[in-house]
């Protein structure tokens, strides 16, 4: 396994999940800004392995990371929701 930040397949499937609720635009681009956006409010979590990333997803459930990663990803959504690089 590569070294991969876990952080970016976390805040992924967080952004599809909080985008549904919102009148925001849903393309790929602007899914895209808002993941670089958020990635960059949050700390990366590098792992080179599966057990690496199995005990790095174990540690994003914790309440304090949860709230956090929700924050970011709240954040970039409205951030890039209201000012998309494209009409």
Known sequence: MAIVNIMEGIVEEKIEKLIEETDYCK?????????????????????????????????????????????AV??????VGKSPKHD
Not at 42 to 64: A, H, M, W
């Open 27 to 71: 393309c790929e681009d602007c899914k895209h800004d808002m993941m670089a956006f958020a990635l960059n409010m949050l700390q990366p979590r590098y792992v080179n392995s599966r057990k690496g990333e199995l005990f790095g997803r174990i540690d994003s459930t914790k309440y304090q990371n949860s709230v956090d990663i929700e924050i």
């Open 74 to 79: 709240s954040k970039a959504i409205e951030t």
